[in-house]
């Protein structure tokens, strides 16, 4: 029975109110945030004002401009932190800026920025987003637009507003912040998934899923949130720690509260397990990374996930960290299903696009293990994983842009068309190579030292038994990644082979990157894999914030 | 178990209304029908003809709908702004200028574009 | 790993403590890597606008690695010998949750002499290439490949660790394989590729398992830590990591029975049948084995092993070079042949590490000479390689003639010549085991000494003497200097090097701290040499050996096609059905044990239909049909998994 229903919860007074007074707000923590914001306002008011011909120069500009302003400002504010503390939080506690937050921020930017680079490749005007996405697909308003060399420009200033969430989303702090922060990130995602030039119906239909299963999840998250705010009593990162800490809200004095913890955060989980694409919330990835133009997959591929792992390491790491034996075992039954489901069906994918994002899934799956491990070694792994991968996954997606089944033709998805690539385009075969051997986890190659350093965190958390499933898991991906490079380097070239196209600058710069992060991150990842969490000092005051694990909150 | 016990009965509640309301419309309401009524229903106004391939509603009637939710959210921001107006004070009259001037730019931005022509 | 520890010597225990290394030179010892695999880096990606210098910064980099080398050397002399065991910490490549992993590079005796010839040699054939590669439009590849095999080959040489070295060790086998499918358009030569690559992964997967054998057994992969605990190891692991390792080196330097790729590694341009196939990596396999000196030590069997390996193989090699008519495969023959003879010293313990080095480095120079002199004979000779089709060279080009016929006389053992004195080494080193396994093997290392005779005077009557046999329109001509200055140095090297490293006991005993001493030293002394029954025996085969090819070829006219030939020369001819061999007992019972699978797996298939078993590939299917493509069921899916999340979390058994 319920009591005291006629008094309100004491918890429930004590949550912050907008009436008291402004809240102090430190802009220049935030100015990250509002370099991309306020790029992505004035690219829609450019959108608006300036004449079609000089739009694509213009937001090009722009949205390199603020993504580069806004990493060295990133940079500049993880220097400003002291040495030995993890970070503090502004806005009332609702965005954390810490060296976790920062770090994952930093790469989004790059990332993004490279991502745009294979967004804005247009060759003889043509780019990879329909000329005119609301014209009905094959209609006579179609070919007119096409052949008047329409363009959407409007792509950059919705993918700042995607990188804008995603960076957010990195940093929230309370669940409200992470939930607008989601919306954000996933809105511009969904549209620009439907701009596909080529394929249009396939591409409306991916970015139509992606918005149904999106808004699906969206809703389990929120449904979280409610419990776990009638459990905490607060949204705060902080006070639902101290909540769970205390037994929950005032209210649940008798313990009879957790259902409502457990289940909030089930369905939490929910909602950011469909984020990273865990299975069993996974189905939307293969459909939505074929049917997205290549670019924007590559930037789902790399940013989004950076982001969305960002949010569950902080949500699980500092909100739910008190009640990690709860959660574990979800996690690892998440874990395993997805390393092992995912490689299983991956094996007999035919087209690369959806064997890249199978892929996406079970590098999901490796990265859980870092979460299962809740320590700071993981937490490490899992940023170091996050940003190899990113790096690799955009390179292999900026070639996946480049073979095309004839010369201005559509890309040539279908692996067996692939045959023989290493004798007529060896520098892009090779490419290739590296990025799918960083992805088996190969020696010498960044993927190598990002899952060494996630099992090797899983294993001293004791989670053995998932490093074994990890390490067979990886070994039936070597195998298909193997394949595709025997496939180009051993087969005799099909008949119809594939046409590669020359790759222009901004392509060819992206491909580099990717080379040269996926090669350096592997030979010498010391300077940045020492450096990702605080090294506690002893010497240090009190922090200013509570902390977890590396996360302040 | 017993702390959801009201939430049930709500929800319970609820799903009967539904059930029941249109069970008994069924079952009790006249079914006359003639041309008019089994058009589709426009708010009133005299329905638009349907493009050839049947049943879809122009992508023009989204638009005018989004921009209508667009202003009925600011509305609803714009509500407990006025009603803390004193205690906010600057801050908050910034806040609300950035705010309205953010909506003001999706605005142009869909009246530069055309989306307010009909045809 | 900063200071490690006591470094265990084969033999006598000499107690060589790795000292840090101090002085720019020692210091900076990874430039030595550096400054190929930057050439190498710069060729290919600069692409063709490095065609007009690329090959003369290739041929400068390894220069200066030699010059640092020769530099690292003179400070390594200075030192005392028992320091000259130098770890020079290069970077710790990561360390995660208390597992470092270092990269260091070892300097001492052993490496260094590896350095001087891989650099040395190196270079002196990139300067043949230019002249020789001149007229191929893809020369900067080229040179770009010799750059990363030389920076791959010192990685292997100078590491200071097991993994950095099998790093190496995977490096030169994909320069390798990528010189010797070079003329991809010839399809010979990309099979010839595509087979040393598969043959040479069968000896890497040894060496891999003995690399993780040691890790298992010792917890660590670095010389000083495995050496110094091959105590603890117990007799079977040690065999089973010498055996392992023995594997591995097979399959590097053509050893029975993994030879069978070096004789279609010939198909490759010839200056990398020089470099990499005569002078230096095929030798990778013998480093490996005197290196891991104290595992060996530890597992005589393994030892033993090492020693017939060496032996079968040296007269296999010969027996093969008798009777190919290709010049270059007579040559690869010999090759195999005459690192049989360095395999065989590896395996007689500390008193044949010595010797099997110095006769490494002897042959690096005489064997590179040699091919070098085919090359330019081919050259001459608009490519033509059978030897049928050549004879009377000597007038035509007389520095060629010169050159190769030094080499000639130094791979024969003519005295005091550089082969005389390190294969006499190698002789004696086997004759001084005890017991009947000594008798044989030097009775085999002797035997050798005639078959090599034989060939190398057929191949150099065959060649130089005798009539023209030359097909129409061939005009025969010297090759530019930068052909023949390399042949030149070279055959100096093949008439000096020997004796300046063997006389004195001078090379033995620079090697001694980093490979240990016999417990007897091998008394040297010039009369012995000259007196002693195995030398007096080996000269008086080689005499024989010579006469009986001049006999055959030189008195005999040689025809231009080949004759029907006995059984023995038919099965020389034919490699000694080292490839039916492979064939029979590796590729034919593969087929068969596929072809069963596949018959199994059928029936594990249609046993999955009725749920009995389910292959990867087959559930792989089945779930991709959960992959409908409908929303609705991909939503239904998330509920369940949403169910599965709560149950998860919230149902308490």
């Known amino acids: 029975m319920i009591t005291e229903t006629s008094s309100v919860p004491a918890a429930v007074l004590s949550a912050p109110t907008i009436t008291e007074q402004a809240p102090h707000i430190d802009y220049w923590l935030l100015s990250p945030l509002l370099v991309v914001f306020g790029a992505a306002v004035l690219g829609v008011l450019f959108e608006a004002l300036v004449p079609q011909a000089r739009r694509r120069a213009l937001q090009l500009g722009l949205a390199l401009a603020a993504t580069a302003a806004a990493f060295v400002l990133t940079v500049l504010q993880g220097g400003s932190i002291p040495a030995g503390e993890a970070g503090t939080t502004l806005a009332l506690g609702s965005v954390a800026v810490d060296r976790v937050a920062l770090f994952l921020q930093g790469t989004i930017l790059v990332l993004a920025f490279i991502s745009l680079l294979l967004i804005a490749e247009n060759r003889r005007g043509e780019s990879a987003f329909a000329a005119q996405a609301a014209t009905v697909p094959g209609s006579e308003e179609e070919r007119s637009h096409i052949l008047a060399g329409s363009q959407h420009t ?9 990188v804008l969430g995603m960076q957010l989303f990195t940093a929230a702090n309370d669940f409200l912040t992470m939930f607008i922060a989601l919306e954000v990130m996933s809105l511009p995602l969904y549209l620009l998934c439907g701009l596909a030039r080529r394929r249009r119906l396939f591409s409306q239909e991916a970015a139509v899923k992606y918005f149904l299963l999106g808004a699906f999840s969206s809703a389990f998250f929120l449904f979280g949130i409610a419990l776990v705010y009638g459990y905490a009593g607060s949204v705060n990162f902080a006070r639902v720690s101290e909540a769970i800490d205390a037994g929950g809200a005032s209210l649940f004095e008798d313990g009879s509260g957790e259902p409502l913890l457990l289940i909030g955060i089930a369905l939490i989980g929910v909602g950011l397990l469909f984020k990273v694409g865990a299975v069993p919330f996974h189905n939307w990835k293969p459909d939505v990374y074929q049917g997205a133009p290549t670019p924007i997959t590559a930037l789902m591929a790399s940013c989004t996930l950076v982001a969305a792992f960002g949010a569950l390491l902080r949500v699980f790491y500092t909100a739910f960290g008190a009640s990690v034996d709860q959660w574990r075992p979800m996690l690892w039954t998440v874990a395993i299903l997805t390393m092992v489901l995912a490689a299983v069906v991956a094996v007999t994918q035919r087209d690369i696009k959806r064997l890249l994002a199978y892929s996406s899934v079970v590098h999901a799956g490796f990265m859980l293990t870092a979460v299962v491990a809740a320590s700071p070694e993981g937490l490490a792994g899992a940023m170091f994983y996050l940003a190899a991968y990113g790096f690799t996954t955009i390179g292999a997606f900026a070639i996946v842009t480049l073979v095309r ?13 692939w045959a023989g690539l290493g004798r007529t385009s060896p520098l892009l075969a090779g490419s290739l190579a590296l990025f ?16 060494f350093a996630v099992f090797e965190a899983a294993m001293a958390a004791g989670a053995t038994p998932l490093v074994v499933v990890g390490v067979l898991s ?35 710069s992206a491909i580099a990157v990717g080379v040269a992060a996926t090669f350096l991150l592997g030979v010498f990842p010391s300077p940045v894999l020492d450096n990702l969490v605080p090294q506690p000092s002893e010497e240090a005051a009190e922090p200013a914030v509570a902390t977890a694990d590396g996360f302040t909150r | 178990m017993e702390l959801y016990a009201p939430v049930l009965v709500l929800g319970a509640i609820g799903a009967a209304f539904v059930v029941v309301s249109m069970v008994v419309g069924s079952i009790a309401g006249p079914k006359r029908y003639n041309r008019a009524k089994l058009q589709a229903y426009e708010c009133g106004i005299e329905p638009t003809p349907q493009p050839a391939g049947g049943g879809r509603f122009t992508i023009k009637y989204y638009l005018t709908a989004m921009l209508f939710i667009v202003f009925d959210i600011e509305i609803i921001f714009l509500y407990p702004w006025a009603v803390h107006f004193d205690e906010l004070g600057l801050f908050g009259l910034i806040a609300m200028v950035l705010f309205l001037v953010n909506v003001s730019i999706a605005y142009a931005y869909e009246w530069r574009r055309g989306g307010l022509e009909w045809e | 790993m900063a200071v490690s ?16 290394a101090d002085g720019a030179i020692l210091a900076n010892a990874w430039l030595l890597i550096a400054l190929p695999l930057a050439g190498a880096v710069i060729l290919l990606l600069g692409g063709r606008r490095t065609n007009g210098w690329g090959h003369w910064l290739a041929t400068a980099l390894p220069l200066a690695g030699f010059a640092w080398a020769a530099l690292a050397l003179v400070q390594l002399l200075g030192m005392e010998p028992a320091e000259r065991s130098i770890s020079v910490p290069v970077y710790t490549w990561f360390s995660v949750g208390g597992f470092d992993v270092a990269v260091d590079l070892l300097l001492d005796p052993l490496s260094i002499s590896f350095v001087l010839l891989i650099t040395g040699v190196g270079s002196l054939i990139h300067i043949y290439s230019v002249g020789y590669m001149e007229h191929d439009e893809n020369r900067r590849r080229f040179f770009a490949y010799l750059n990363l095999f030389v920076a791959a080959m010192l990685v292997l040489v100078l590491a200071d660790n097991f993994v950095l070295l099998f790093l190496g060790w995977e490096g030169v086998g994909l320069a390798s394989y990528l010189l010797i499918g070079f003329w991809q358009h010839k399809p010979s030569a990309a099979v010839a590729a595509k087979k040393a690559f598969l043959v040479n992964r069968v000896g890497d997967i040894g060496l891999l398992i003995a690399i993780m054998l040691m890790f298992s057994t010792f917890g660590t992969v670095a010389f000083s830590g495995v050496f110094g605990a091959v105590e603890q190891g117990g007799q079977g692991t040690m065999t089973a990591i010498g055996l392992l390792l023995l594997l591995g080196a097979c ?18 341009p010839t200056p990398v049948s020089a470099l990499i196939h005569a002078a230096t990596m095929v030798t990778a396999g013998v480093y490996l084995i005197v290196r891991s000196g104290p595992i060996f030590e530890a597992a005589p069997a393994a030892q033993l092993t090492v020693a017939i390996v060496g032996a079968v193989t040296l007269l296999a090699g010969a027996v093969i070079g008798c009777a190919k008519d290709d010049i270059k495969k007579a040559l690869a023959g010999s090759t195999m042949s005459q690192i049989g003879y360095m395999t065989l010293a590896a395996g007689l313990g500390p008193v044949g590490y010595a010797a099997a080095i110095a006769h490494l480095i002897t042959h690096g120079f005489f064997k590179a000479g040699l091919f070098l002199g085919a090359g330019s004979v081919m050259h001459g000779m608009n490519d033509e390689v059978d030897m049928r089709k050549y004879g009377a060279l000597r007038t035509a080009m007389p520095i060629t003639f010169a050159t190769f016929g030094l080499g000639y006389l130094a791979i024969i053992g003519f005295p005091f010549l550089s082969g005389w004195w390190t294969k006499e080494g190698i002789i004696e080193a086997a004759f001084a085991t005890e017991g009947l396994t000594g008798q044989l093997l030097g009775s085999a290392a002797l035997l050798g000494a005639g078959l090599t005779a034989f060939y190398m005077t057929r191949m150099m009557v065959m060649t130089f003497f005798g009539e023209k046999r030359w097909d129409d329109g061939v005009r025969p001509h010297e090759s530019p200097t930068s052909m023949t200055a390399p042949m030149i140095v070279l055959a100096v090297g093949s008439v000096f090097l020997g004796g300046i490293l063997v006389f004195g006991y001078r090379f033995a005993a620079f090697l001694e701290p980093a490979i240990g001493a016999p417990e007897e030293p091998h008394a040297f002394s010039l009369a012995a040499m000259l007196t002693s029954g195995p030398s007096l025996a080996a000269l008086g085969l080689m005499v024989v050996g010579a006469a009986a090819a001049w006999f055959m070829y030189g008195r005999a006219p040689v025809p231009r096609e080949a004759p029907a030939g006995n059984v023995i020369t038919v099965a020389a001819r034919n490699e000694l059905y080292g490839n039916a061999i492979n064939e029979g007992l590796l590729m034919r019972p593969g087929q068969v044990l596929t072809k069963a699978l596949v018959v199994i797996d059928t029936k ?48 308490r058994i």
């Open chain 3, 251 to 268: 399959g590097k330097s053509a050893q029975l029975p993994l030879q069978s790729w070096l004789l279609d590694a010939m198909e490759g």
């Open chain 1, 405 to 417: 089944t004839h010369e201005n033709g559509p890309e040539a998805g279908e692996l067996a068309q």
């Open chain 1, 154 to 162: 409007e792509v950059y200033p919705l993918v700042l507003f995607a």
């Open chain 1, 474 to 508: 990886s070994a039936v991906t070597a195998f298909f990644y193997v394949r595709i490079i025997v496939l180009m380097f051993f087969s005799e070239p099909a008949e119809t082979g594939p046409t590669v196209i020359r790759a222009g600058g901004l392509t060819g």
């Open chain 3, 604 to 651: 594990v298939v249609d046993g999955l239909v009725n749920g009995v078993a389910a292959s990867v590939r087959n559930s792989s299917e089945g779930l991709r049909t959960a992959q409908t493509g409908f929303a609705r069921t991909y939503a239904l899916t998330m509920l369940f998994g949403a169910a599965i999340v709560v149950a998860t979390l919230a149902v």
């Open chain 1, 436 to 451: 799918l051997l960083a992805f088996a986890g190969i020696p010498l190659t960044s993927g190598f030292i990002g899952k």
């Open chain 3, 5 to 20: 520890d006591v470094y265990l010597a084969a033999g006598t225990h000499v107690n060589a403590v790795a000292t840090e």
